[in-house]
């Protein structure tokens, strides 16, 4: 099987970091966003296809500089198409079925068990869904008996939502769905699509276990201690010469020596914390300053920034080269 990997919207929820990065290159618990996302799939995978746009230049350029098991080919499109006209675009030698995922969902999930369930059911497809408190920020299902899907609504009034379970992001779909996307204009899948396919079958597949969409500051540091608490962030403990309690994942060179350490942070390439300054529940992306004594917490702090001496900065998402 082949997958499609939605890599283009603008994430514009996490501006002004994604002003010079693209979401999905924003590292989380040690990596980026998009290569846990590619940890999901499973082994076998022929080959991925990275449906993209905004920033496509360097989502190609570092896919191409950091390699991951499957082949990594890149698609981009001139203008946005939406997640319908995004797959289209990317859908030439495309398997059949095939996986189609959103980039910006950390999650646990066995897409091996959910391509067996995808083949016994033989529907027209299978969406991963997740029980959430407020559904509104997303797709909603209705499930039947078998958990045959038989509504989706996406982003509902509070009054239409069939249903706390969510469409994850991630599903599995016969490949002639490509051919119900309208061609040559921007199409949204889950808006467009999907209701006019539950006739043929779709079916859900029930996460348990953790998932978040990583598309606000707030769930990116969530996502971020998810991925810690299960294990999948990195080397962990706090740097040699710094205080305080990991998990810290570091991802190249970094300057640490008496600074303190919170739960739960990653360093990009090239920090610098100086004496006394504390981190916590943050990320700082590739050379990032943080003076003397300063303080970083629930923050999400652009590359090359620099915060002062002394500065705190709470709860803040800094651009590139911000100083604060
Ligand atoms: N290629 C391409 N082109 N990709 C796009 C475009 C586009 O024009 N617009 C968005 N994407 C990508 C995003 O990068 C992301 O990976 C995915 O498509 C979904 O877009 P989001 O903007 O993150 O959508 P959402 O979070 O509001 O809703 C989607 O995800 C929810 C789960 O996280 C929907 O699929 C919901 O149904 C779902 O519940
Ligand atoms: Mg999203």
């Not at 970091?17 to 693209?22: C, E, G, H, I, S």
């Not at 969409?213 to 998810?226: F, K, N, S």
């Not at 942070?265 to 100086?274: D, I, N, S």
């Amino acid at each position: 099987m082949k997958a499609i990997v939605l890599v283009g919207g603008f994430g514009t929820r996490l501006r002004p970091v994604t002003y010079a990065v693209p979401k999905q290159l924003i590292p989380v618990a040690g990596k980026p966003m998009l290569y846990h996302v590619l940890d999901l799939l499973p082994p076998d995978v022929e080959e991925v296809v990275l449906a993209t746009g905004y920033k496509a230049d360097l989502l190609a350029a570092y896919v191409k500089a950091h390699p991951v098991r499957w082949p990594v080919r890149t698609v981009p499109e001139a203008e946005p198409l939406g997640t319908g006209g995004g797959m289209r675009n990317a859908s030439a030698g495309l398997s059949d079925p095939f996986f189609l995922l959103n980039s910006d969902v950390l999650a646990s999930a066995d897409l091996g068990r959910m391509r067996s369930v995808h083949a016994a059911h033989g529907g027209v497809g299978t969406m991963a869904l997740y029980e959430v408190d407020d559904p509104r920020p997303y797709g909603v299902a209705a499930l039947g008996s078998g958990d045959r899907i038989t509504a989706f609504v996406e982003k509902p009034e509070p009054k239409d939502a069939p249903s706390r379970w969510i469409n994850a992001g991630i599903a599995i779909w016969r490949r002639d769905v490509i051919d119900r996307v309208p061609a040559g204009r921007a199409v949204s899948f889950e808006r467009e699509v999907v209701p006019g396919l539950l006739a043929e079958g779709v079916y859900g597949f029930r996460l348990s276990g953790y998932w978040e969409d990583a598309g606000t500051p707030e769930r990116i540091l969530h996502a971020q201690r998810l991925l810690f608490d299960d294990h999948r962030g990195g080397p962990g403990g706090v740097p040699p010469g710094a205080r305080g309690t990991g998990p810290v994942a570091t991802m190249g060179a970094f300057s640490a020596r008496e600074a303190s350490f919170g739960p739960y942070v990653t360093l990009g390439e090239h920090v610098t914390v100086e004496p006394g300054a504390h981190v916590e529940n943050s990320i700082l992306m590739d050379g990032v300053a943080v003076g003397r004594e300063a303080h970083v917490e629930g923050s999400v702090v652009g590359p090359g920034a620099r915060i002062r001496a002394t500065h705190r900065v709470v709860g803040q998402v800094l651009g590139e080269d911000a100083e604060a």
